[in-house]
């Protein structure tokens, strides 16, 4: 779920926004992780430098 939110919160309201950074707070910090390492993925930028 999480997953899901992160990449949308520019396209919901405050409210939502609020609610998955929440979420996101409890994440542990290896999984945060791998979770920013999803959202920011860019096949442009080579995995080392990412």
């Known amino acids: 779920t999480i ?3 992160l990449p ?4 919901t309201n ?3 926004r609020t609610k998955a950074e929440e979420l996101f707070e ?3 910090p290896i999984d945060k992780y ?3 390492l ?3 993925n860019d096949d442009s930028v080579p995995p080392e430098e990412a």
């Open 34 to 36: 791998f979770l920013l």
């Open 38 to 40: 999803n959202v920011c």
């Open 26 to 28: 409890k994440v542990p």
């Open 3 to 5: 997953r899901i939110i």
């Open 8 to 11: 949308n919160l520019l396209n």
């Open 14 to 16: 405050n409210d939502v």
